[in-house]
C-alpha cells in the first residue's frame, strides 16, 4: 500500500496519530498478505489430498457408499456406480436401501444396519440388483461414521461382489473333486491289476489250510463210522466182546487224535478267514480311519502271494526284527509292499540266481524297510522318472506305471517316504521310511 502525504488540519499534534494509523495499516496489509499465502498452501495441500482420496476410491474394486443417518447416500466411488449402473448425480441423496435386490433384502439390511449401526456389520452376505437387473451376492462391511463429538453421523458400507468368487471357486471344487475320484480309481485299478497277477500266490495260500482242514475232517468221518459201530455194540448189551471191539476199532486212539484234528481244523479255518480279510483290507476302497499295521505280516504276506504266482525261481529272504508296528492302512502298506516285491520279482525275472532281500531297522525315531534286489537295477536316466505315473518299462499288459507313484503317495501320506537307488554291487534299492511317531 502506498502512503500519501497527512491532509492539513492533522498536521502538527495530529501528525503523529496519521502516522500510526498509517503503520497499523501497513501491518494489516502486511499479515492479510501471509494470510494469504498461507491459504493458498492449504488450499494446495487440501486439494492434492482430495485428488489422493479420489483416486484411491477410483481404484477400489470394492463398492463404497457413504450414508447419512437415514440411510440417504451422500457419496460412492466409481465401482459402486459402475455396479448399480448410474451416475453419482443419479444416486445422490436416494435411499441406499434401493440398492437391495427386493424387499426381504431391504428389510434385512434395514434391520441389521438399524441393530449394529454403532458396533458395524462384517461380512454379512446381501443381494444388490447390478445396474443389469441380475441380483448379485455382495458381501457387506458397514462402519459407524461418527462427529468429533461422537454422534453418530452416518455409516459407510463397503462391499465385495462374491458371485464371480464363489463360481470360480464351486468350478475349482469340482475340479478336485473329480481329480480326487480319478485318484481313488487309478488307486484301485492298480490294486485290482496287482491282484488279478496275484491270484496264483493268493490261491496256493488258501489251498493250503483248506487241505488240511479237508484231510483233518475225512479222518473224523472215519472216526465216525467205527465210534458209531462201537456205540451199537454198547446199545446192543454185548458187553463181553466190548475191549475185544474197542482195541480191534482202536477207539482209544480216535479219542486221542481227535482233539488234534479239532485243533487243525480250527487254525486252518483261522488261516482261511485272515487271509480272506486281508484279502478284503487290500482290495477295499480304502476310507477307514488309521489302525495299527503289523508290518512283519503285512511283508510276509506280500513275500507269499509274490513269490508263490512268480513264474520262475525268486527267492526272498525277510530279515526283520520282531514285532514291528505301525499306525496306518494296513491295505495300503500291503500294495506298497507287494508293488515293491513284485517289482523285484519282475526285474530280476529269467535270472537264475534272482534274490530279493528284505531288511528292516529302527533308527532316529525311523522305521526303515529295504527291498534289495539283484537284478539289472535302474538305468540312471531312469532315475528321476521313477515315481511319475504311467512311467513303466514294462510291455503293454504288464506293467501300468502307477505302482510307484501310488507307493510314492501312501508313503507321504504315513508321514513317511520313500526313495530309490541302484546298489553298488548291481540291483536296485528301495528304502521305505516311516515315522516311529506313527508307529
Ligand atoms: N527293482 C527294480 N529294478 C529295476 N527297475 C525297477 C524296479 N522297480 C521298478 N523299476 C522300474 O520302475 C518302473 C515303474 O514301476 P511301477 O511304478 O511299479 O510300474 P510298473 O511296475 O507297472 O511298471 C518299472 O517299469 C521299472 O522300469
Ligand atoms: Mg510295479
Same mark, same amino acid.
Given at each position: 500500500m502506498s502512503t500519501t502525504a497527512p491532509p492539513a488540519e492533522f498536521a502538527g499534534g495530529g501528525e503523529q496519530a496519521w502516522i500510526e494509523v498509517i503503520q497499523k495499516m501497513d501491518e494489516v496489509y502486511n499479515d492479510l498478505l501471509q494470510y494469504e499465502v498461507a491459504l493458498e498452501e492449504k488450499n494446495a495441500a487440501l486439494e492434492e489430498s482430495h485428488q489422493f482420496i479420489e483416486s484411491v476410491l477410483a481404484s477400489m474394486s470394492d463398492i463404497l457408499i457413504v450414508c447419512d443417518r437415514?440411510?440417504?447416500?451422500e457419496e460412492v466411488n466409481p465401482s459402486l456406480c459402475h455396479f448399480a449402473g448410474k451416475s453419482m448425480e443419479e444416486l445422490?441423496?436416494?435411499?441406499? %436401501?434401493?440398492? %437391495?435386490?427386493d424387499e426381504v433384502e431391504r428389510a434385512r439390511a434395514r434391520d441389521l444396519f438399524a441393530r449394529y449401526a454403532r458396533e458395524g456389520v462384517h461380512d454379512c452376505e446381501f443381494f444388490l440388483r447390478a445396474g443389469d437387473g441380475s441380483t448379485v451376492p455382495v458381501s457387506m462391511n458397514c462402519t459407524p461414521r461418527v462427529s468429533q463429538t461422537g454422534k453418530l453421523m452416518g455409516v459407510v458400507v463397503t462391499g465385495r461382489p462374491v458371485g464371480e468368487l464363489r463360481k470360480a471357486y464351486h468350478a475349482l471344487r469340482q475340479a478336485h473333486d473329480d481329480l480326487k475320484r480319478t485318484q481313488s480309481q487309478l488307486l484301485h485299478a492298480e490294486k485290482m491289476v496287482s491282484l488279478g497277477r496275484l491270484v496264483a500266490g493268493v490261491a496256493h495260500e488258501l489251498n493250503n489250510p483248506i487241505s488240511f482242514v479237508l484231510g483233518n475232517v475225512l479222518s473224523l468221518q472215519r472216526y465216525a463210522g467205527r465210534l458209531g459201530s462201537y456205540i451199537d455194540a454198547v446199545h446192543a448189551g454185548e458187553l463181553a466182546s466190548l475191549p475185544e471191539l474197542r482195541r480191534e476199532l482202536r477207539i482209544d486212539r480216535i479219542l486221542a487224535d481227535m482233539p488234534h484234528l479239532i485243533d487243525g481244523m480250527i487254525e486252518g479255518a483261522e488261516r482261511t478267514r485272515d487271509i480272506v480279510d486281508a484279502l478284503k483290507r487290500f482290495s477295499a476302497v480304502d476310507r477307514a480311519a488309521p489302525e495299527e499295521v503289523d508290518v512283519n505280516e503285512v511283508v510276509e504276506r506280500a513275500v507269499r502271494w509274490v513269490s508263490q504266482s512268480a513264474a520262475g525261481k525268486f527267492a526272498v529272504d525277510i530279515d526283520l526284527p520282531p514285532g514291528l508296528r505301525c499306525r496306518g492302512s494296513s491295505g495300503q502298506l500291503q500294495q506298497v509292499a507287494m508293488n515293491l516285491v513284485q517289482n523285484a520279482c519282475d526285474a530280476t525275472a529269467g535270472q537264475a540266481d534272482a534274490q530279493l532281500l528284505v531288511t528292516g531297522q529302527v533308527a532316529d525315531g525311523k522305521l526303515e524297510l529295504r527291498f534289495l534286489d539283484n537284478g539289472p537295477g535302474i538305468p540312471e536316466a531312469n532315475l528321476a522318472q521313477l515315481f511319475e505315473p504311467f512311467f513303466t518299462t514294462k510291455p503293454v499288459g504288464q506293467g501300468t506305471g502307477l505302482g510307484l507313484s501310488i507307493s510314492y503317495g501312501i508313503a507321504e501320506r504315513h508321514g513317511g517316504h520313500l526313495r530309490a537307488a541302484n546298489r553298488p554291487e548291481g540291483g536296485a534299492e528301495f528304502t521305505l521310511t516311516l515315522p516311529v511317531e506313527s508307529c
Open positions: 437415514n440411510g440417504g447416500i445422490a441423496h436416494t435411499p441406499v %436401501f434401493d440398492l %437391495f435386490a
